[in-house]
């Protein structure tokens, strides 16, 4: 089984409707990440979590929001999503320290029309 | 705050010639650096990374890199390229307990047979 899993892989939406996307994880990692990835651009950082009790906003929080229900657990929500949100969006992991690795979910595609 | 460049968007090698891709970072202390290759449809995978230590770093599927620090750069070489090596490479940089990954914004590879 996959270490870092991502629901739904794809997504078809409409401008304006909530959506979340979920990570889980059984790598038993503190720290979680969200990022989407649009071509020529690289990845970018949404949010990330340290631990359950900590979330930061990344580079491109607005229009985002993020819930750590679980040490295994970080989910992604678009409140009202719009086009421009059309993007494929990856969770990752990693276990902090002095030589901080990250490990990367599957990853959603997400259409917002 | 740190950065990094991938100079080539897009290269086209033929199947068993030898490949090096090309990644300048900007960072003011010592730098973590990271390549993780991305398959068409498929997430991330961590391909080798450097901390400290010996300058050439052996990764996965037979690629390696090589840190210079006079040059800011992280290149990855492959001898013999595979048609199954097609996929999106991005260059990363990161550093010591720290939150903040930042990514290149990847360079694709295409594969002749």
């Known amino acids: 089984d996959a270490d870092v899993t991502q629901t739904p892989r794809n997504r078809i939406t409409k401008t304006g409707k909530r959506i979340m996307l979920e990570c889980s994880q059984t790598?038993?990692?503190?720290?979680m990440y969200w990022y989407r990835q649009d071509p020529g651009l690289g990845l970018r950082l949404i949010y990330y979590s340290f631990d359950v009790k900590d979330i930061n906003k990344g580079e491109i929080s607005d229009g985002y929001s993020v819930s750590r229900q679980a040490q295994a657990k970080f989910s992604l929500s678009l409140e009202s999503a719009i086009p421009n949100q059309t993007a494929l969006y990856f969770c990752?992991?990693?276990?902090?320290?002095?030589?901080?690795?990250?490990?990367f979910g599957p990853g959603t595609r997400l259409l917002v029309l | 705050a740190q950065s990094v460049t991938q100079p080539d968007i897009h290269i086209t090698v033929s199947e068993g010639a030898s490949l090096e891709l090309r990644c300048n970072y900007s960072?003011?202390?010592?730098?973590?650096l990271f390549w993780y290759v991305q398959s068409p449809g498929q997430g991330l995978q961590l391909l080798l990374k450097y901390f400290s230590g010996d300058t050439l770093v052996q990764g996965i599927k037979g690629f390696e890199a090589e840190f210079k620090r006079s040059q800011s750069s992280f290149n990855l070489r492959k001898p013999s390229v595979h048609w199954s090596d097609a996929a999106e490479y991005f260059c990363a940089v990161g550093s010591s307990y720290g939150q903040n990954f930042v990514f290149g914004p990847g360079t694709r590879l295409s594969v002749l047979p």
């Open positions: 990752a992991t990693s276990d902090g320290g002095s030589q901080e690795t990250q490990y």
């Open positions: 960072y003011g202390a010592t730098p973590y």
């Open positions: 790598k038993g990692h503190d720290r």
